[in-house]
């Protein structure tokens, strides 16, 4: 007889606490199934009802990282705030979450990006998904007047390279002490000023080019 799906899932949600608890100890990189079944009391042969591979329940453990930072995503793009708040909260809520993490336990943020390296997919779904909700707002904005004469995925380009090193677990390895959310809300102060300058207007038209100046 089939195990019954809330079963499974209860059983996967296990795993993954215990997966977390591992990665906490002594990392992720080289857990094998046997050392999850050890620990998780269980042989490793009835692992594989919950996953079906360890590829499988590393990628779940990864998602689970992020997922908490996919809510904040959706959360603010559903509500009601003005839109130039709306994007201040969609990279500084995700920020300080992850700035909490890290200092929370540096070891095991940084065990959590291995495992995110290690298993890039999830991380590029997790990428994907936020410059869907990034597109999301800044066509609101756009709605709003903001942002003239650039296209909807041009500006979010933009927008990632402006915001890069809030936005990347990597960065804030090394760049956490000078990060912070004052600095952050004038960041996107100047991306809604300066993104509704068009260069062009102030250097002439043409292709931007590096002027040598002695």
């Given at each position: 007889m089939?195990?019954?799906h809330?079963?499974i899932?209860?059983g996967?949600?296990?795993?993954?606490d215990?997966?977390e608890?591992i990665v906490?100890?002594?990392?992720g990189v080289?857990?094998?199934m046997?050392d999850l079944?050890?620990a998780?009391g269980?042989?490793?042969a009835n692992?594989?009802?919950f996953?079906?591979?360890?590829?499988?329940l590393?990628e779940a453990?990864?998602?689970r990282?992020?997922?908490?930072?996919?809510?904040?995503?959706e959360e603010?793009?559903?509500?009601?705030?003005p839109?130039r708040?709306?994007?201040?909260q969609f990279f500084a809520?995700r920020f300080?979450q992850?700035?909490d993490?890290?200092?929370?336990?540096p070891?095991?943020f940084?065990?959590?990006?291995?495992?995110?390296?290690?298993?890039?997919e999830?991380?590029?779904?997790?990428v994907d998904?936020?410059?869907h909700?990034?597109?999301q707002?800044?066509?609101?904005?756009?709605?709003?007047g903001?942002?003239?004469?650039?296209?909807?995925?041009?500006?979010?380009?933009?927008?990632?390279?402006?915001v890069h090193?809030y936005?990347?677990?990597?960065a804030?390895?090394?760049?956490?002490p000078?990060?912070?959310?004052h600095?952050?809300a004038?960041?996107?102060d100047?991306i809604f000023?300066g993104l509704g300058r068009?260069f062009?207007a102030s250097?002439?038209?043409g292709?931007?080019?590096?002027?040598?100046?002695s």
């Open positions: 089939a195990r019954p809330t079963d899932e209860a996967r949600q296990q795993l993954l215990v997966v608890d906490r100890q002594r990392g080289d857990l094998s046997t079944a050890v998780a269980m042989s490793p692992l594989y009802r996953f079906e591979s360890k590829e499988a590393l453990a990864a998602g990282w992020f997922a908490p930072k996919i809510v904040i995503m603010v793009c559903a509500s009601d705030l839109v708040d709306k994007m201040f809520r300080v992850m700035r993490q890290y200092r929370e336990d070891d095991y940084q065990s959590n990006l291995e495992l995110g390296n290690r298993y890039f999830v991380v590029r779904g997790y998904l936020g410059d909700y990034l597109a707002l800044v066509a609101e904005a756009m709605a709003e903001y942002f003239p004469d650039l296209s909807i995925d041009h500006t979010v380009s933009l927008i990632n390279q402006m090193c936005c990347n677990p990597d804030l390895l090394h760049l956490e000078r990060l912070s959310e600095k952050l004038r960041i996107v100047t000023i068009s062009e250097s002439g038209p292709t931007p080019h590096i002027k040598i100046v």
